[in-house]
């Protein structure tokens, strides 16, 4: 049976979630969550939830997943272990280093990957369940043909989002509120950037980025059919009542098997849309997908009143029971209840008495137990055995049911019990032997001019298509000494994979010997074309952990988080060599969504302009695949903190050019390697010195 997994952002939304279908639902502990925003529960708070989630057999799934510093791996560890313990049925998780040590300190905790992770492809998925995660949960961009075909040849289940607010980036590849005023997405405190209003060269769209809300309440049929293990509701952020309409529409759909009813239709509307709903990247149709929250979206609060009555007044969750009750002479009357899962559970009372007039029966004995009104329980079979001439007061044959039901519920509340080891320890440091290795990173074949390569970088990095095309243009820097690396998109989904594998083993027979990889599903595809693996931003190796995790990958490489301060650069564990971004336009986000099509009269390959209330400008470009990329608006400018970048340690310092023009590229290149005093204008230090809430 599929699962309907709903969002709890607080102990009512819990309860809303519960009695209104959901046969799990996923809550947040502390600060490492990616809905930091959300009420969130306390310790006491989260066993009262397990509890009250277990006696129901409604499962709970915590969210683990943000980013983690070194510093932060032993908490969080220990946060992993505590819901454990109260009986927490899994972990979703993101960061490849926490996976390890949770893996490593709570060997039977099931662990899902969460969507922070940006499994987009099979391959994806399959590291994912290398690493020992028993559940991936897909990106929100892929189509019903990727998802069944993911679902389909996977070694463990998927997840899919069925319902609620879809992001404009890909989710893990978004850095644009941690940019714009340090709350990181990837630590659970994204401002929400997409909703904002800007200007978009060529539209006259005053909301470019902002999506329509999700809902596939009508496909459901095909969901299941394509072996999808559990749909996911979105939403911790919202309000109970909201929890309780979408579980309660969607849990009648799948229980039912048919299509929602025009009134529930209208319901989930009400809830909560943004001029209406879309399913653009289910379908694979991604036109049409904006949509704002407006006044005429706004929910009538009577149908909150209506909901919350619901759920708040009685108990709608009802477990099936066996009931056997046995009164014999002189013997104490005893109660045997049981649940299909093998809870069991066995009571005594008092002795019965001689009866003076008409004694226990049978069918009494069974009409009084029957009476679990009010409870979590529903009594499918009630069986009862009585000798005769036996009396019992009805307030000790009440007190043995209400005996009866307490012992049940702590049967079924009783949480697994689950090994514990030890947390790794950080792994040893690898010392980068000289200076740091300079690299350069271009987008476009005008930037690969000679002027650049007679500045004798150590390493070039360019588009594997760039490198496929006009190789010719990279000679030069490899003539000069430079090892040539090539960058893979971030988002290649598996009907991308055959042309860009092809293009691999173009460049290898070319020469081109390594690849700079940013996703996890790339890395299969990266090494059976023959080329050795280094690691981009998009694996997010926020702390010692996950350096280490690429270092056993086999990776050469990996590039420390730009979303960390130098500072903890420089502390953190490093067993592989690491490099940092020290100069250019960072990527902000990447999207499905093709915006240069949506700049009236511009080709794909022109770069458009994205303005916000404030002025700034965000250079958009396109991707592979009609993707758009977005750069910050200022340029990253490091060149004046030589000190700093060599005392953290690190074995690379990457140069990436984006929109600059093939001379600026050069003068910013000389500027840095002390040829020159140029400065580009427009600058900031990123988030190196300022960090990231």
Known sequence: MIELLSPAGSPEAVIAAVQNGADAVYLGMGNF??????????????????????????????????????????????????ASDLGADGIIIQDLGLIKAVRKALPDLPLHASTQMSLHNLAGVQAAAD??????????????????????????????????????????????????????????????????????????????????????????????????????IEGRMKRPEYTAIVTGVYAKAL????????????????????????????????????????????????????????????????????????????????????????????????????????????????????????????????????DPGLFLPAAEINRLRRELVSQISEERAKPPLRAHGAIPALPQNRVPLGDPKIIFQVRTAEQLTPELAALKPDYLYAP???????????????????????????????????????????????????????????????????LKLRGDFGLNAFNGHTMDVLREAGFLSATA????????????????????????????????????????????????????RMGSVFPVVSEPGERTVIYNAHKLYLADKKDDLYAAGLWGLRLVFSTESARECVEVAKGHLGYSDYRPNVLTRGLYYRGVE
């Open 131 to 232: 690493m020992g995660l028993t559940r991936a949960v897909l990106a929100r961009e892929l189509s019903l043909e990727q998802i069944r075909y993911i679902t389909k040849h996977a070694s463990i289940e998927t997840e899919v989002f069925v319902h609620g607010a879809l992001c404009f980036c890909h989710s893990g590849q978004c850095y644009m509120s941690a940019m714009i005023g340090r709350r990181s997405g990837n630590r659970g405190m994204c401002a929400q950037p997409c909703r904002m209003q800007y200007r978009l060269t060529g539209s006259n769209e005053e909301h470019p980025l902002s999506l329509k809300d999700n809902c596939l309440v009508d496909r459901l049929d095909e969901l299941e059919e394509a072996g999808v293990a559990c749909l996911k």
């Open 561 to 612: 988080s730009f979303e960390l301060r130098l500072s903890q650069i420089r502390d953190m564990a490093k067993p592989i060599d690491t490099e940092a971004i020290i100069y250019g336009r960072l990527p902000v986000m990447v999207s499905d969504q093709n915006l240069l099509k949506n700049a009236a009269g511009r080709g794909s390959a022109l770069p458009a302009e994205l303005a916000d």
């Open 33 to 82: 969550n990616a809905r930091r925003g959300a009420k969130n529960f306390s310790d006491e708070e989260f066993e009262k939830a397990v509890r009250y989630c277990r006696i129901r057999g409604c499962k709970v799934y915590v969210t683990l997943n943000t980013l983690v510093n070194d510093r932060e791996v032993e908490s969080a560890v220990h946060a992993a272990g505590l």
């Open 255 to 386: 229980k039912e098997h048919r299509k929602p009813t025009k009134e529930e239709m209208q319901l989930l509307e009400q809830a909560f849309s943004r001029q209406g709903f879309t399913q653009g990247y289910f379908n694979g149709d991604k036109q049409d997908m904006l949509g704002t929250r407006t006044e005429q979206d706004r929910a009538d609060e009577a149908i909150f009143t209506t909901a919350r009555k619901a759920y708040a007044d009685g108990e709608l969750r009802r477990v099936p029971v066996h009931f056997y009750t046995v009164a014999e002479k002189g013997m104490p009357i005893r109660a045997i209840a049981f649940d299909d899962e093998g809870h069991k559970a066995v009571t005594y009372g008092a002795v019965p008495d001689r009866a003076k007039r008409q004694g226990l029966s049978n069918a009494y004995l069974t009409e009084q137990m029957f009476k679990t009104g009010g409870t979590p329980y529903n009594v499918v079979e009630n069986r009862a055995k009585t």
């Open 464 to 530: 594997a298509a760039l490198m496929a095309e006009h190789y010719e243009l990279v000679l030069p820097f490899v003539n000069a000494g430079a090892v040539p690396v090539a960058v893979l998109p971030r988002v290649v989904t598996d009907n991308e994979l055959r042309p860009l594998f092809e293009t691999l083993q173009r460049i290898f027979d070319l020469g081109v010997n390594e690849a700079l990889v940013g996703n996890l599903g790339q890395i299969m595809m990266t090494r059976t074309a023959g």
